[in-house]
């Protein structure tokens, strides 16, 4: 099973500021990996897939980036909207694995 | 575009058993595969099992193998996870999510239902 290892556990930011989220995976994942952002009481949003590909109506202030092992989620303007849950997820390989997440909240 | 509705959850005793289902809605939603992702109250997610389109091939997590069984029916756009013999550590939001590629392997979860929380208690 491939671990996955977000970082930080925890991550305060301003409005206005860049936030820059973690994430690697115990083996290589090529670039299947995806970032998810998720608010109280609802279900995961599809934020990027391929590593870097936006998905559908996600604004451009959300990027990803990095390939193997070693993958990063960017907001570059923190919208209040934005404060929530972040979780990556590998689909290199069975079982599908997420990481443990990373709370944004406001600085 | 497919969306998706969780429903069956509930109470149940330890050792008991509840069938989740997922209906999805949209024309082509049978043509993709089906998974079902867990979520304990304050944990991360969990990837419990997933059914390919024509539910000729099934995979699960090795914590519910052997006590969950995953099947659809496209007849009437449904995935439904059968679990049987529950535990306490299987309390948790229970979501229903689709592959974004048609074709049977690992991918992500482009389409999240609600979901439909389960409790195991006595």
């Known amino acids: 099973e491939i671990v996955m290892t977000q970082s930080p556990a925890t991550l305060s930011v301003s409005p206005g500021d860049r936030a820059t989220l973690s994430c690697r995976a115990s083996?290589?994942?090529?670039?299947?990996l995806a970032w998810f952002q998720q608010k109280p009481g609802q279900a995961p949003r599809l934020l990027i897939y391929?590593?870097?590909t936006r998905a559908t109506g996600i604004p451009a202030r959300f990027s990803g980036s990095g390939s193997g092992t070693e993958f990063t989620l960017t907001i570059s303007s923190l919208q209040s909207e934005d404060f929530a849950v972040y979780y990556c997820?590998?689909?290199?390989?069975?079982?599908?694995?997420f990481g443990q997440g990373t709370r944004l909240e406001i600085k | 575009e497919v969306q998706l509705l969780e429903s069956g959850g509930g109470l149940v005793q330890p050792g008991g058993s509840l069938r989740l289902s997922c209906a999805a809605s949209g024309s082509t939603s049978s043509s993709y595969a089906i998974n079902w992702v867990r979520q304990a109250p304050g944990k991360g997610l969990e990837w419990v099992s997933a059914?390919?389109?024509?539910?000729?091939?099934?995979n699960y997590a090795d914590s519910v193998k052997g006590r969950f069984t995953i099947s659809r029916d496209n007849s009437k756009n449904k995935v439904y996870l059968q679990m049987n013999s529950l535990r306490a550590e299987d309390t948790a939001v229970y979501y229903c999510a689709k592959d974004r590629r048609v074709a049977w392997m690992p991918d992500v979860l482009d389409i999240w239902g609600q979901g439909t929380m389960v409790t195991v208690s006595s």
């Open positions: 083996q290589s994942l090529s670039s299947n």
């Open positions: 059914i390919s389109g024509t539910g000729s091939s099934t």
């Open positions: 391929g590593a870097s």
């Open positions: 997820q590998q689909y290199n390989n069975w079982p599908l694995t």
